[in-house]
């Protein structure tokens, strides 16, 4: 079932200045009985987490699109740059920061696409390599029939000199096959993957790791490149064979030399975001494991476990391919040097060293 019929939508306002946008005359013939309101100003209190994934917003985008990764002060950061070009997401898993993030609820869709694309060949123009992706702040493809990005930017990126696309989803949307003649190798089509036990009981109306890692392969057989994130890994008696399990089906499906990274990060959540889960996911037990408080106010496991997590499932990742470029999500030195032996000098090493992938990869095909 596509994304646009899975995720129940009850209601579109429509900000009086985006009435006339292609994305809002795009979204109403997907949902022509949808009922739709045009407003002024949407009121943004009074609506549980719940309701407000069912309604979309469409309005114009006042900040910019291309952003830097807001990363996470005192860890090396692999210095990402981010596409804003909605927030929020009508999948629910239980760990996810967007549910106090943002005070803004709703699926909200940026409409003032000419200006996002002028961002983006502005950026290609510095002639420096970015890596850039969607999935930071919604998910690539659950609103993608709304939005119809990947007819606006899969093509655009083609043409662009210096610019990869990473577009990071736990959906099962295929639109972005019907442009597999026109990316030229400068698109990542990447997945989210957990365990399947995660995936299960945490990650609420996604799809399976079986089915992510099938539509990771038509992607390679189409010529995109891939990309896969262990974020975050949680904690739980016999975790290790499950994610081995989820990563000897990720190698039996893609090769290696197609593979421009695979990142790690632990669970690790701002206070905020504990209250608001708990009381959301009564049936999750995540939150109620030991933490402490890291150098960017946010809990995390402790040290100690979380290094063993990580030897655990980069074993398990070098069991298959004793080359693909791994990589953790905002840790410190001490994690990088006990799992690696050794750790980038600083964000910048970080950020070169899969920029160097990148273009290694973009090669193979």
Same mark, same amino acid.
């Given at each position: 079932?596509?994304?646009?019929?899975?995720?129940?939508?009850?209601?579109?306002? /429509?900000?009086?200045?985006?009435?006339?946008?292609?994305?809002?005359?795009?979204?109403?013939?997907?949902?022509?009985?949808?009922?739709?309101?045009?407003?002024?100003?949407?009121? +943004? +209190?009074?609506?549980?987490?719940? *309701?407000?994934?069912?309604?979309?917003?469409? $309005?114009?985008? +006042?900040?910019?699109?291309?952003?830097?990764?807001?990363?996470?002060?005192?860890?090396?950061?692999?210095?990402? $740059?981010?596409?804003?070009?909605?927030?929020?997401?009508?999948?629910?898993?239980?760990?996810?920061?967007?549910?106090?993030?943002?005070?803004?609820?709703?699926?909200?869709?940026?409409?003032?696409?000419?200006?996002? %694309?002028?961002?983006?060949?502005?950026?290609?123009? $510095?002639?420096?390599?970015?890596?850039? !992706?969607?999935?930071?702040?919604?998910?690539?493809? &659950?609103?993608?029939?709304?939005?119809?990005?990947?007819?606006?930017?899969?093509?655009?990126?083609?043409?662009?000199?210096? %610019?990869?696309?990473? %577009?990071?989803?736990?959906?099962?949307?295929?639109?972005?096959?019907?442009?597999?003649?026109?990316? $030229?190798?400068?698109? @990542?089509?990447?997945?989210?993957?957990?365990?399947?036990?995660?995936?299960?009981?945490?990650? %609420?109306?996604?799809?399976?790791?079986?089915?992510? =890692?099938? /539509? &990771?392969? +038509? &992607?390679?057989?189409?010529?995109? =490149?891939?990309?896969?994130?262990?974020?975050? @890994?949680?904690?739980?008696?016999?975790?290790?064979?499950?994610?081995? *399990?989820?990563?000897?089906?990720?190698?039996?499906?893609?090769?290696?030399?197609?593979?421009?990274?695979?990142?790690? !990060?632990?669970?690790?959540?701002?206070?905020?975001?504990?209250?608001?889960?708990?009381?959301?996911?009564?049936?999750?037990?995540?939150?109620?494991?030991?933490?402490?408080? !890291? @150098? *960017?106010?946010?809990?995390?496991?402790?040290?100690?476990?979380?290094?063993?997590?990580?030897?655990?499932?980069?074993? &398990?990742?070098?069991?298959?391919?004793?080359?693909?470029?791994?990589?953790?999500?905002?840790?410190?030195?001490?994690?990088?040097?006990?799992?690696?032996?050794?750790?980038?000098?600083?964000?910048?090493?970080? #950020?070169?060293?899969?920029?160097? #992938? @990148?273009?290694?990869? #973009?090669?193979?095909?």
């Amino acid at each position: 079932m596509k994304s646009s019929e899975r995720f129940s939508i009850t209601k579109i306002y /429509i900000d009086r200045n985006s009435v006339n946008s292609q994305i809002t005359k795009n979204t109403l013939s997907l949902l022509p009985e949808t009922p739709y309101e045009i407003v002024d100003k949407l009121e +943004k +209190k009074g609506i549980n987490l719940s *309701d407000s994934k069912k309604i979309l917003y469409l $309005k114009e985008n +006042k900040s910019n699109f291309f952003k830097k990764c807001p990363g996470t002060p005192n860890y090396i950061c692999c210095l990402y $740059k981010v596409l804003h070009l909605a927030e929020n997401c009508p999948m629910d898993c239980s760990y996810c920061i967007l549910q106090a993030y943002f005070k803004n609820p709703y699926l909200t869709i940026f409409t003032n696409t000419d200006k996002m %694309l002028n961002e983006i060949s502005e950026a290609d123009k $510095k002639g420096v390599i970015y890596r850039v !992706g969607t999935g930071e702040w919604t998910d690539s493809f &659950a609103l993608e029939p709304f939005g119809n990005w990947n007819q606006l930017l899969i093509p655009f990126w083609g043409e662009l000199n210096n %610019l990869f696309l990473e %577009l990071k989803s736990k959906d099962n949307n295929l639109d972005f096959l019907k442009y597999s003649k026109v990316h $030229k190798r400068k698109v @990542i089509i990447s997945f989210s993957l957990n365990s399947s036990k995660i995936q299960q009981s945490e990650e %609420l109306n996604t799809t399976t790791i079986e089915e992510r =890692i099938k /539509i &990771a392969k +038509k &992607a390679y057989e189409q010529g995109f =490149i891939n990309s896969f994130h262990f974020d975050p @890994i949680i904690y739980y008696n016999g975790y290790q064979k499950d994610y081995e *399990d989820s990563i000897n089906m990720l190698f039996d499906n893609i090769p290696e030399n197609n593979i421009c990274w695979i990142s790690m !990060g632990t669970l690790r959540f701002i206070p905020a975001l504990k209250d608001i889960a708990i009381k959301r996911f009564p049936n999750s037990n995540i939150y109620f494991q030991e933490f402490h408080t !890291g @150098i *960017d106010s946010k809990y995390r496991y402790f040290i100690k476990k979380r290094i063993d997590i990580y030897r655990d499932i980069v074993k &398990a990742i070098r069991k298959r391919s004793l080359n693909v470029p791994l990589y953790f999500c905002m840790e410190n030195r001490k994690v990088w040097e006990s799992v690696f032996g050794v750790a980038p000098k600083n964000s910048k090493s970080l #950020s070169n060293y899969l920029d160097e #992938s @990148i273009l290694k990869v #973009s090669k193979n095909y």
